[in-house]
Nanobody
Framework: QVQLVESGGGLVQAGDSLRLSCAAS????????MGWFRQAPGKERQIVAS????????YYADSVKGRFTISRDNAKNIVYLQMNSLKPEDTAVYYC??????????????????WGQGTQVTVSS
C-alpha cells in the first residue's frame, strides 16, 4: 500500500517557477516507478514526467522538455517536479502516481496503481 500526498501548487504568472512535492508513505517507494500527470478541465489525464526507481532514467512529455525536471529522494520518500518558465497552458491539476510493479516507465495513467489527490497549478498570462 502506498499513500501519496502532493503539495506546492498555486497561482503564478507566466514565466514563474513552482516546485511540486509528493510525499509517499509505505515501504515500496524506493522500488516504485513514480510519475507526474496533469489534467486540465475537459481534457484527459496526461503524463508530464516519470522517473525510474533509482532515478537513472527519466521521461518527459514533449510539451515540458527543457522546462520541467523530475527528481526523487528515496531516503525521504519524496518525488519532486521542478517547473520553470511556466506557461498558461500548463494550468491543470497535477497528480503524483506510483507504479509498484516492474521497471518500465509507462505513459498511460492506467499503468500506475496508486494516486495522490492532486494539486492545482494555475498560470496566468
Amino acid at each position: 500500500q502506498v499513500q501519496l500526498v502532493e503539495s506546492g501548487g498555486g497561482l503564478v504568472q507566466a514565466g514563474d517557477s513552482l516546485r511540486l512535492s509528493c510525499a509517499a508513505s509505505g515501504r515500496t517507494f524506493s522500488s516504485s516507478v513514480m510519475g507526474w500527470f496533469r489534467q486540465a478541465p475537459g481534457k484527459e489525464r496526461q503524463i508530464v514526467a516519470s522517473i525510474s526507481r533509482g532515478a537513472i532514467t527519466t521521461y518527459y512529455a514533449d510539451s515540458v522538455k527543457g522546462r520541467f525536471t523530475i527528481s526523487r529522494d528515496n531516503a525521504k520518500n519524496i518525488v519532486y517536479l521542478q517547473m520553470n518558465s511556466l506557461k498558461p497552458e500548463d494550468t491543470a491539476v497535477y497528480y503524483c502516481a506510483a507504479k509498484t510493479d516492474g521497471v518500465t516507465l509507462p505513459t498511460t495513467p492506467g499503468r500506475y496503481n496508486y494516486w495522490g489527490q492532486g494539486t492545482q497549478v494555475t498560470v496566468s498570462s
